[in-house]
């Protein structure tokens, strides 16, 4: 069964940073791309980060580029999002899935974690 638990998330300051991790199950980690996923209130998810099966090649949406960082560690079925420079517009409900597509953004599995929640306010 496909599993994955968000964690990290709060409440931070503008201008902090903040490190989410993922742990992922159910499936082998390592044949797969990752990627993170958020959804803010009132909006539609977006994809925001994407990294290869081996961690080798890494990429973004545009609202996070230079600011967030995605990294993996298959021997520990987890991935990690590093967030910096945090403002009130990164508040959402953060995701983390799995696929086949580097490329892509819509292809990745039907279930999804609970999310973690990061709140960005002064």
């Known amino acids: 069964q496909v599993q994955f638990v968000e964690s990290g998330g709060g409440l931070v300051r503008p201008g902090d940073s903040l490190t989410l991790s993922c742990a992922a199950s159910?499936?082998?980690?390592?044949?797969?791309?990752m990627r993170w996923y958020r959804q803010a209130p009132g909006k539609e998810r977006e994809f925001l980060a994407g990294?290869?099966?081996?961690?080798?090649?890494?990429r973004y949406a545009d609202s996070v580029q230079d600011r967030f960082f995605i990294s993996r560690d298959n021997s520990r079925n987890m991935l990690y999002l590093k967030m910096n420079n945090l403002t009130p517009d990164d508040t959402a409900v953060y995701y983390c899935?799995?696929?086949?597509?580097?490329?892509?953004?819509?292809?990745?599995?039907?279930?999804w974690g609970q999310g973690t929640q990061v709140t960005v306010s002064s």
């Open positions: 899935n799995a696929a086949h597509s580097y490329t892509g953004t819509g292809d990745h599995f039907t279930t």
């Open positions: 159910g499936f082998t980690l390592s044949t797969y791309v």
């Open positions: 990294i290869s099966s081996l961690g080798s090649n890494k």
